[in-house]
């Protein structure tokens, strides 16, 4: 058997595939749906740097991707190795990208996660939760302060993206787990045919009208499984000087809204534990815990 890893190539998206489909269907991940695969391999191609694969005898058993705190063997290649070779090549990314540590989700009920993790001398730090609210949850319409204006993104307009990566970054300052973007990624997702630039609603202040100071992304995912579309808040960003003024507030309520209008039966977001700010919000608009995900972490020495 010849057991490697190297970095991701664009030809290996059929590979890393097939091993998140065959995951999928033995482990069953709670809160994960299959529109996640096509979410996540739509993000892997533009940012090849970003995951490492495990290869035997030429075939993608395995990958990591510390962005996503994701690292998965296939469930026919797993006990061979694969994991052990993985988590170095893992750090050798996180710690070119200036990161302190290696972040990875372990999952409780899969056999052997723990005790992998644990050997690989990696500790429990926090865990990401998702949230639900249901259909029936009545919510208030957003109501902006009077000194910002509100926008959607425009594709002629917001064409400088390192710009805007440098704002994202800034506006999830202070978040209990570092966030990492790309303008590469983010320009392959704005070019995908379903992206739609209503789901982005940027926030500024009256005054400087072209300077981003809030914003919200949203996504509408496929049924599930009751006929149901669903909503999902994906990102909510405000930049430290402008927090405390309830424009995080709005901004959800924003995204309820425009979810339901476009048909969002129930509708998810993902909040760590330890924002409590956060989640006071979200709990306080109808949102309920319901899964889950504990995420370990390894320094990078």
Do not use: K
């Amino acid at each position: 058997m010849s057991a490697t890893v190297r970095t991701f190539q664009a030809e290996d998206a059929a590979g890393v595939r097939d091993v998140m489909e065959a995951s999928f269907e033995v482990d069953r991940f709670p809160g994960f749906t299959r529109s996640e695969i096509d979410r996540a391999i739509l993000r892997l191609i533009p940012d090849p740097g970003g995951t490492v694969v495990a290869l035997e005898d030429d075939r993608i058993v395995g990958y990591c991707t510390p962005n996503r705190d994701d690292l998965t063997v296939h469930p026919a290649f797993r006990r061979h190795g694969h994991g052990r070779r993985l988590v170095p090549a893992a750090l050798d990314l996180v710690r070119g990208h200036g990161r302190d540590e290696l972040q990875l989700y372990v999952p409780q009920h899969v056999p052997g996660a723990v005790a992998f993790a644990e050997a690989m001398g990696m500790e429990y730090r926090s865990s990401l939760w998702l949230f639900a609210l249901a259909p029936e949850q009545a919510v208030p319409a957003p109501a902006f302060p009077d000194d910002v204006v509100t926008r959607s993104w425009d594709p002629d307009r917001d064409i400088d993206l390192e710009a805007w990566v440098a704002f994202m970054h800034a506006a999830f300052e202070g978040h209990p787990t570092a966030m990492s973007f790309s303008p590469s990624v983010i320009a392959h997702v704005h070019q995908a045919p379903d992206f739609d630039p209503g789901t982005i609603l940027i926030v500024a202040s009256q005054d400087q009208p072209d300077t981003p100071i809030a914003f919200a992304r949203l996504e509408l995912r496929a049924d599930d499984g009751e006929g149901r579309r669903v909503g999902d808040v994906g990102l909510i960003g405000v930049l430290p000087a402008w927090r405390g003024r309830g424009l995080g507030r709005e901004l959800l309520r924003w995204g309820i809204s425009e979810l339901r209008c476009r048909g969002a039966g129930p509708i998810e977001l993902a909040v760590e534990a330890a924002n409590e700010r956060a989640t006071n919000l979200y709990r306080a608009h109808g949102f309920e815990p319901t899964v889950e995900w504990p995420h370990w972490v390894l320094p990078v020495r």
